[in-house]
């Protein structure tokens, strides 16, 4: 009995080391796990907001080409509203909603509510290019600002959310150039 009592403090020792050595290698295989799943995710994530944020600036200008046809702006080359026409940009905000679908699975409830933003400034140029709403130049040209505005917060968040370092408050480029004669503060 004394033998197996002199043993026991070298048997607790095994048992309780090799406890720990499971414990440790499922903590490191759980943390890589997660890891590689975090990298997934964000690939995925990175890639909606791209092709969200391609599709939005697509849509903004074909409507202010539209626009332009209408002189609620200027563009070097408007496109006059026909059936065709605007059927394409029926296509591409079709595109455009349904990119938002894979946005509302994968990201965070701010980036998500700086979509919905920009989603109703885009539609509020769709209208104004369409004739749906009366506009002016005026009009146009704050809708114009407020979808500019709305674009910027959604790339903020969207920064954020996949851990990239913030730009800070970048000041806004003059519109237009100031090799270009000014005609309307929307150009864009």
Partial sequence: ?????????????????????????????????????????????????????HAVKECAARYQRLAAHRGLTSHPAPLEPTEAEL????????????????????????????????NRSIWHLEWLARGQLTGNPSSWAQAFSEYRAARAEFYQHARRSLRIADMGQLREAPWPPPWRPVQDPSDA
């Fill in 1 to 53: 009995m004394s033998g197996i009592l002199d043993q026991l403090p070298t048997l607790i020792g095994v048992v309780v080391g090799g406890l720990m050595s499971y414990v440790v290698g499922a903590l490191t295989e759980r943390g890589r796990w997660r890891r590689q799943q975090e990298i997934r995710w964000d690939g995925q994530l990175f890639q909606a907001y791209s092709e969200y944020g």
């Fill in 87 to 118: 059927e394409q940009a029926a296509v591409i905000e079709g595109r455009r909603a349904a990119l938002v679908e894979a946005l509302s699975l994968l990201t965070n409830a701010e980036t998500a509510r700086a979509v919905q933003i920009l």
